[in-house]
């Protein structure tokens, strides 16, 4: 999810074109909306770009290590073919908290990559991002199914355009590992917890966990609290109607502490999980 924040310079062209991808946020304090949008369509390589030389862009997104490394490529081929000075700031774990201190100095970046719909929605209400303009929406109607759209609205508003979607909900697993182990598919939890500890005795770590990365390990909350909460607590809990003491998110965390306090179930242990990066979480 591609977010523009509040910025004295005229960059909505390049954000627009910048976005072709996750989620596109479009702040509030940025220029006029001339320019193309590349929301699909052709190739990267067959889309012509405008002219943006003298521009400078910042952007921004919680990405740190190989896919930092990767995203900085892509802004640099991005300069090579407009001509505009890109800079990219990891915004840390904690994108809502950075960028709102940013907006409050007066210095926010002009580009966020954000991961959540909450969050560019939280954006949009305080203010701190901007419609997309009439070229941008149109592009985005043009390119992208009605959900997709209202996954990126507010209050019937456009403010972001999808670049990229993940599905993180998945257990990738070693086969070698998990034949030599006799391990079974589980179909519960506690059946995941027994068949971990089946591979584990074996001689391999059960399961790796990119810690590094935060986002990983609230993916890892959330999927244990909709499963057992449910969709209706889980998005209560999305708009602070429940507290975070409530039972329910002390019942997740307590499940998950069943396999991440557990020896032997996580590689490296606790401490050796909170110092491995994702991509290497998946080495």
């Known amino acids: 999810m591609h977010v523009s924040l509040p910025a004295k310079r005229s960059t909505r062209a390049a954000v627009a074109l910048l976005a072709a991808g996750a989620l596109m946020l479009t702040a509030a304090g940025c220029g006029g909306d001339d320019g193309d949008t590349v929301s699909g369509g052709p190739p990267p390589n067959t889309v012509k770009l405008p002219n943006l030389k003298g521009q400078k862009l910042q952007v921004t997104a919680v990405w740190t290590g190989t896919e930092q490394e990767n995203f900085t490529k892509v802004l640099k081929e991005f300069e090579k073919r407009t001509g505009a000075k890109v800079s990219f700031v990891p915004s840390g774990d904690d994108m809502a908290g950075f960028v709102g201190s940013k907006v409050a100095g007066g210095a926010p970046p002009d580009v966020a990559m954000v991961g959540q719909v909450g969050v560019m929605r939280e954006f949009a209400q305080k203010g701190w991002a901007k419609p997309l303009g009439a070229e941008a929406s149109a592009e985005l109607a043009k390119n992208y199914a009605k959900g997709w759209q209202d996954l990126g609205s507010y209050e019937g508003k456009p403010y972001g ?74 998005d209560q809990l999305a708009q602070h109607k429940i507290k975070w003491t409530d039972p329910s998110v002390k019942k997740a965390l307590e499940t998950l502490a069943e396999l991440w306090g557990t020896k032997g179930l996580v590689a490296g242990g606790r401490s050796g999980a909170l110092q491995t990066a994702f991509p290497d979480s998946v080495t």
């Open 161 to 234: 355009v999808y670049f990229k979607t993940s599905n993180k909900s998945l257990l990738w697993y070693n086969t070698s590992a998990f034949d030599y182990a006799g391990a079974k598919v589980p179909k519960t939890w506690q059946e995941f917890l027994a068949q971990a500890q089946l591979i584990s005795d074996s001689g391999t770590d059960a399961v790796a966990i990119g810690g590094q990365d935060g986002w990983t390990l609230t993916d890892w909350f959330e999927n244990v609290y909709l499963s057992q909460a449910g969709a209706e607590k889980y």
